[in-house]
């Protein structure tokens, strides 16, 4: 590449940086100088608000109060606020969302919550190349309910619900946590009501970065991380939303005090709260929904089909720079719109490259078991960002940095 190629690649980037001006929340976000940090989709960066949130949270509220806080900083009712929060990000009605507990036990809910409301039914579908919790949640619930779990993958739904009459629940995530493929929401959850069936939606990959539409889509149930793209913090509450005219019907697997109508009441007999509060368990993780209440506030005046668009310029922009750069690798995230947040690359030593990234400041992730993932959080990460990645991704696979010998010893997270 000439010079002067490069230079128009910077004079464009700084064009598209000033077009998408108004969704730059960089500044309310804490990165260290000289990274440039694309795991949004692992685990956001720290905000401003979420630090100070946590701060406050620590030192004011548990320091001060004490367990007055249940009442006066209104600890008691945080899953249902900002669970609202998290409503408007996701295209889901006020009162259908709830924070606490792990994208794990949130699914595992979601799941047997549903497949009861299908009792004659006997089968539920899900993707064989979920995120590993996935298949082992919905397996377990089938398990325990004495139904049969058949992997389909999520291209393969729609025909395989057409005309059918055995399926309870298809269960799926919009954005593949590997590829970054985005799958049509509204199409699955279509064929799953027209055969009498329910569809629940991982959204831990497109929460906040893509306009879930649950709502227009017609989801009957969802979950997803308060980690990733929300930059909640290591181990934020996940959320889970039920739909509106489930709610009623909704039965929580794990029955808890937190879920009863009357937890106070101090009674045995277990009495289901009204509305998305019988979906609690136990109690809610305070700190953690703290600096998410916190996280969320970067959100604050922007409209999400803003931040998608500014997500697809991104991504679309770095896969441009890649080509330019000659960096010949393929490119498993599509190059259409039919994508999430992120660049995924194919590579024979994608753990090492990605090392040898990291070494440069460039952190991204490796995913088995020849992936090179990289996340683009909208919301702090500029198009010269994007530019100046690439260029690294050149200089480690062109210039075949990744062979050194320091990039190949595994860390215990990979
Ligand atoms: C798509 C998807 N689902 C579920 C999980 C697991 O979430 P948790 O560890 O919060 O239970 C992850 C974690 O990365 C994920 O990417």
Redesign the pocket.
Known sequence: MTDDALTALGERARDLDAEHAATDRRSAFVLPQGVIYLDGN?LGAMSVAARDAAADAVTRQWGEQLIRAWNDSAWWTAPERVGDRVAELIGAPLGTVVVGD????SLYKAVHAAARLRPNRRVVLTDPD??P??VHVTRGVCDQLGLTLELVSPGDAVARLEGSNDVALASY?QVD?RTGELWDLAAITTAAHDAGALACW?L??SAGVVEVGLTDGGADFAVG?GYKYLSGGPGAP?FLFVAPQHLGDFTNPILGWNGHATPFAMSPDHVPADGITRARVGTPPVLGIAALEGALTAYDGLKVADVRRRSLSLTGFFVECLDALGVDLPVVTPRDDARGSQVSLRHPDAYAVVQALIARGVIGDFREKDIVRLGFAPLYLSHADALAAAVHVRDVVVGREFEQEQFRSRATVT
């Open positions: 692992s792990s994208t794990t036990v979920s995120f919790t996935d995530s946590y991982d831990c990959h991380c996940a």
